[in-house]
């Protein structure tokens, strides 16, 4: 019963913006921490921003660094990805990770992931 439903994918154009949404619901959410990765074609799965449980920490990828801001709202279960300054190679499909290691166990939860493409 554990879901992660990202929202707010699509076409922009390059220097534009957009915000991913992504809700949480089947697991203790603020236990977690959150990241978003990225896959695109041909491509390994990479890590592009990522969030502590409470959000005391941040860490991003260096190519989006000072572009996109990662941010949680632990009331509404939901963590979001703002990115501004869009390029053609941001083109992937954005998939958000709910991760926590205990003694006895490693979890990882993944969302079906969506699409955005950067393009004129």
């Known amino acids: 019963q554990v879901q992660l439903v990202e929202s707010g994918g699509g076409l922009v154009q390059p220097g534009g913006s957009l915000r991913l949404s992504c809700a949480a619901s089947?697991?203790?959410?603020?236990?977690?921490?959150m990241n978003w990765y990225r896959q695109a074609p041909g491509k390994e799965r990479e890590l592009v921003a990522g969030?502590?449980?409470?959000?005391?920490?941040?860490n991003y990828a260096d190519s989006v660094k000072g572009r996109f801001t990662i941010s949680r709202d632990n009331a509404k279960n939901t963590v979001y990805l703002q990115m501004n300054s869009l390029k053609p190679e941001d083109t992937a499909v954005y998939f958000c990770?709910?991760?926590?290691?205990?003694?006895?166990?490693?979890?990882?939860?993944w969302g079906q992931g969506t699409q955005v493409t950067v393009s004129s």
């Open positions: 969030v502590t449980a409470t959000g005391g920490s941040t």
């Open positions: 990770n709910a991760a926590r290691v205990t003694i006895f166990n490693t979890y990882n939860y």
């Open positions: 089947g697991f203790t959410f603020s236990s977690y921490s």
